[in-house]
């Protein structure tokens, strides 16, 4: 539904839920369809509360390994409760944030639990109290034993993901300061190399990092929906701010198809096994510089760009980038987000923050079989429909206005 997809395998709008989500109809689910993305988010959650309502019980293991263990689940269920909030909800307005209904809140492990839709305010108030719980834990090391384990610099580095969307600029300096305190690496792309220079899939990338073994990496996720993704293309908008020297284009994108023949489209060729939806060390560059031009420090915020692109660019071709107003700067900063978090699960959520921003409001438009589909800024369809599925179970549910 972003403005970095093209399909060329969607004909008609109404054939299956992706076509009708690419067009972005007003129904997208059937009466009989389930929706996972609702439903795997829950199911974590309710994993998280059973460890939550449970733990203190627990017989095995001290309270050391409680205490981390209580911080992990913490943290996890605000990831999910964020997401879902980001999906079904309207983004965080703070004039209306207190009426503005996003999605039930789950606290507990108890499947006959019948909730109403919580409002926005509430659910980015809980997940900020999960995740300032987590981070207070004395026992909850700076990082997880393993990448599946979250430790306490993903919990703050979801903080200052979370304080951004929310449009709490300090707080997500200070969180993205402190993250960056303690880690701050980057991965240099320069070290990658092709075996085949011309199709750079996963399996033909010399020294290709995978996602738990990346250094930048802070709070681990991965997706295992490759083979959905890579049915479709970079849309043109995409492309007009990816310069084709960019190691993340060379590296992300092949203009082969799956033969290896010539193709005029730009497809996706991920650089890994799957698709990485991690938090990591250039995300907190980023929000970090975003918070700085928009207190009015352009040239910090350019630094920070600069020190991230240099390891995206071979030598020769990199060029530094310069701000002249801290607009400018900011302006450079987003389209550095937009590069750096390609495929990452949050254009969606971007989307929705900036076209409150008269500066970056965006009409989305795309051609199927002729027929010109638009989604307006701010428009009602920006909030996914809950499954009918769903509301006939709890009638206590309000669907979205479609």
């Known amino acids: 539904m972003t403005d970095d997809i093209l399909s060329a395998t969607v004909i008609a709008p109404t054939t299956d839920r992706m076509s009708r989500a690419y067009t972005w109809q007003k129904d997208l689910l059937l009466s009989t369809d389930d929706d996972s993305e609702w439903n795997a988010p829950y199911n974590y959650i309710y994993i ?47 004039e209306s944030a207190a009426t503005d209904l996003s999605v039930p809140l789950m606290l507990h492990a108890d499947l006959e639990a019948v909730a109403k839709r919580a409002t926005v305010k509430e659910v980015y108030d809980q997940v900020i109290n999960d995740l300032t719980a987590a981070v207070a834990t004395t026992d909850f090391p700076d990082a997880g034993r393993n990448y ?23 707080n997500a300096l200070k969180y993205a300061n402190e993250v960056l305190a303690k880690k701050s690496t980057l991965f240099d792309w320069n070290v990658l190399s092709f075996s085949n220079p011309l199709k750079p899939t996963a399996a033909t990338i010399l020294n290709n990092p995978l996602p738990q073994n990346n250094i930048e990496n ?24 990816l310069d084709q020297k960019d190691l993340r284009y060379v590296f992300n994108f092949t203009r082969l198809t799956s033969t290896g023949a010539a193709s005029t489209s730009v497809n996706p060729d991920f650089l890994g096994t799957t698709p990485n939806f991690s938090i990591g060390v250039p995300e907190m560059m980023l929000i970090k510089a975003e918070c700085l031009a928009r207190s ?62 008269e500066r970056f409001r965006k009409n989305l438009s795309r051609v199927v079989s002729g027929q010109t589909y638009t989604l307006e800024a701010n428009s009602e369809r920006y909030l996914l429909q809950i499954a009918p599925k769903i509301i006939a179970i709890n009638p206590l549910i309000i669907q979205n206005p479609r």
């Not at 997706?223 to 908008?237: I, P």
């Not at 400018?328 to 989307?351: C, H, M, N, T, Y």
């Open 148 to 170: 599946i384990h979250p430790g306490k610099l993903a919990s703050m580095a979801l903080l200052a993901r979370v304080y951004l969307f929310k449009g709490d600029y300090v």
């Open 218 to 241: 802070i709070y681990s996720k991965t997706a295992s929906n490759q083979g959905l993704l890579t049915r479709f293309m970079a849309s043109s908008d995409l492309l007009s701010v």
């Open 48 to 94: 998280c509360n059973l460890v939550l309502d449970n733990l203190q019980a627990a017989t095995q293991g001290d309270d050391q390994t409680r205490n981390r263990l209580k911080a992990e689940a913490l943290t996890q269920r605000a990831y999910y409760l964020f997401t879902l909030a980001n999906l079904y909800g309207k983004d965080y307005v703070a």
């Open 296 to 357: 009015g420090d352009k040239d910090g915020a350019v630094a920070l760009l600069n020190a991230l692109r240099v390891k995206r660019f071979k030598p020769a071709d990199y060029v530094a980038v310069s701000a002249t107003t801290t607009d400018d700067a900011l302006i450079k900063v987003l389209s550095e987000r937009r590069r750096e978090l390609l495929f990452r699960g949050v254009r969606w959520f971007e989307l929705k923050r900036l076209n409150r921003d």
